[in-house]
């Protein structure tokens, strides 16, 4: 089946300092990729569209200079969370959507806590 | 826009009992595709199946089947012959098939249901 491979699994880092977490397709191409974010025992509240070649489609109330997304090629999307706060910390989840078959296969998420 | 609800917040099942897990939607398009996902304690997302709205017939993989029943938007899963690897919070997804917008693809998830399984 096809792969999704998100990195890292997960991170620690500082209040006001930025992480980049990392969505990889790793044996199909993905002309879409999705970010989700979800709080323990909730729902998966999707925060961003990732179309390789052209800007991120953010969802209403999701800050586009905090969570910067980029889909430079069509196996890899990028979330960047800038001047991370300590309300930031959850977990974060990409998904890719298949090229040929249009099936979705999500990563393994990344769990980060900003301290 | 489209919603997706799960009246049941948690479930509780005994082991090789069969236990069903409701979710109903609301939308406005008719061709779309309904998903039912398992996510267990280690948090990975797992695809336990899929249903097309234009297939009449319930969609069953293995233990799992579902009941669609398009005119109420209803779509229900129901596991067989319970496992204590079946326990996991489950979602219902919702994804529209038009082929067209920024968003094709993209999911709309449920509240989920935490299933736990007793041996």
Not at chain 2, 28 to 34: A, Q, V
């Amino acid at each position: 089946g096809a792969v999704v491979s998100q990195h890292p699994s997960w991170v620690i880092c500082k209040s006001g300092t930025s992480v980049k977490i990392e969505c990889r397709s790793l044996d199909f191409q993905a002309t879409t990729m999705f970010w989700y974010r979800q709080f323990p025992k909730q729902s998966l509240m999707l925060m961003a569209t990732s179309n390789e070649g052209s800007k991120a489609t953010y969802e209403q109330g999701v800050e586009k200079d905090k969570f910067l997304i980029n889909h430079a090629s069509l196996t890899l999307s990028t979330l960047t969370v800038t001047s991370a706060h300590p309300e930031d910390s959850s977990f974060y989840i990409c998904s890719a959507l298949h090229a040929m078959n249009t099936e979705a296969f999500f990563g393994q998420g990344t769990r980060l806590t900003v301290v | 826009a489209q919603t997706v609800t799960q009246s049941q917040p948690e479930m509780s099942v005994q082991e090789a009992e069969t236990v069903t897990l409701s979710c109903t939607y609301d939308t406005s398009e008719s061709d779309y595709y309904l998903f039912w996902y398992k996510q267990p304690p280690s948090r990975q997302m797992i695809l336990v199946i899929r249903q097309e709205a234009y297939k009449q017939q319930n969609a069953t993989e293995n233990r799992f089947s579902v009941n669609f029943q398009k005119a109420a938007k209803s779509f229900s899963l129901k596991i067989s012959d319970s496992q204590l690897g079946d326990a996991a919070m489950y979602f219902c997804a919702y994804r529209s098939g038009n082929a067209g917008g920024t968003s094709y693809g993209k999911l709309t998830f449920g509240q989920g249901t935490i299933l736990t399984v007793h041996p």
